[in-house]
Nanobody, 126 residues
């Protein structure tokens, strides 16, 4: 079983930056592809970014490409998303997700992930 805990959310002005972190419990983190998703109020959950188990490849949702960067530190069991040039439409609850099956990735579909964090709120004011 893997537990995921996100942090780093908050209130930021448009144009600003935030860095979200997700720490994972469990010894298999270093073999798991990871992803970030977000859900705005009243909308469906949306893919944000994904990374392979070893960090050698990444994938981004169209609305964040060029502004967000996903990375990971397997020694710390952490995955991050650096969010720059934030816009009000980035306001959402951001979720970290982990895949149970080892290796592979990056995966953009929710179907690929087995474990989810509780989410962290990001609010971007105009």
């Amino acid at each position: 079983q893997v537990q995921l805990v996100e942090s780093g959310g908050g209130l930021v002005q448009a144009g600003g930056s935030l860095r979200l972190s997700c720490v994972a419990s469990g010894s298999t983190f270093s073999r798991s592809a990871m992803g970030w998703f977000r859900q705005a109020s009243g909308k469906e959950r949306e893919f944000v970014a994904a990374i392979t188990w070893n960090g050698d490849d990444t994938r981004y949702g169209g609305s964040v490409k060029g502004r967000f960067t996903i990375s990971r530190d397997n020694a710390k069991n952490e995955v991050y998303v650096q969010m720059n040039s934030l816009k009000p439409e980035d306001t959402a609850v951001y979720y970290c997700a982990a895949r149970a099956k080892w290796y592979g990735g990056p995966y953009f579909g929710e179907w690929a992930y087995d474990y989810w964090g509780q989410g962290t709120q990001v609010t971007v004011s105009s």
